[in-house]
Nanobody
Framework: QVQLVESGGGLVRAGGSLRLSCVAS????????MEWHRQIPGRQRELVAS??????TNYADFAKGRFTISRDNANTANLQMNSLKPEDTAVYYC???????????????????WGQGTQVTVSP
């Protein structure tokens, strides 16, 4: 099985920083793009930032200048969040379209995978 696991969430005061990490595991052959999304209670999930395997990045307007997405290696994506605001409070999810080997069926397949989410709470 392949999976994404996020870590690094927590409680921080406004103006503080957090670093989220997402690690993909399993028999992964390739990940072209990794993304961070967030879901604020009562609202739809929204894209925060994305990064390709070549290092090209894209940010939501609210993230520009405060958040930085990076990849340590082919299967890990980080989100450095600075100058956090109470309105950044949300569950943050990692997403990636994985090309992986399925040994049960002896095939190569793709899967759009999501992590379980990590809570970020920013207090005033």
């Amino acid at each position: 099985q392949v999976q994404l696991v996020e870590s690094g969430g927590g409680l921080v005061r406004a103006g503080g920083s957090l670093r989220l990490s997402c690690v993909a595991s399993g028999r992964i052959l390739r990940i072209d793009e990794m993304e961070w999304h967030r879901q604020i209670p009562g609202r739809q999930r929204e894209l925060v930032a994305s990064i390709t395997s070549g290092g090209s990045t894209n940010y939501a307007d609210f993230a520009k200048g405060r958040f930085t997405i990076s990849r340590d290696n082919a299967n890990t994506a980080n989100l450095q969040m600075n100058s956090l605001k109470p309105e950044d409070t949300a569950v943050y999810y990692c997403n990636a379209n994985l090309l992986f080997y399925n040994p049960v069926d002896d095939i190569v397949a793709t899967r759009d995978s999501w992590g379980q989410g990590t809570q970020v709470t920013v207090s005033p």
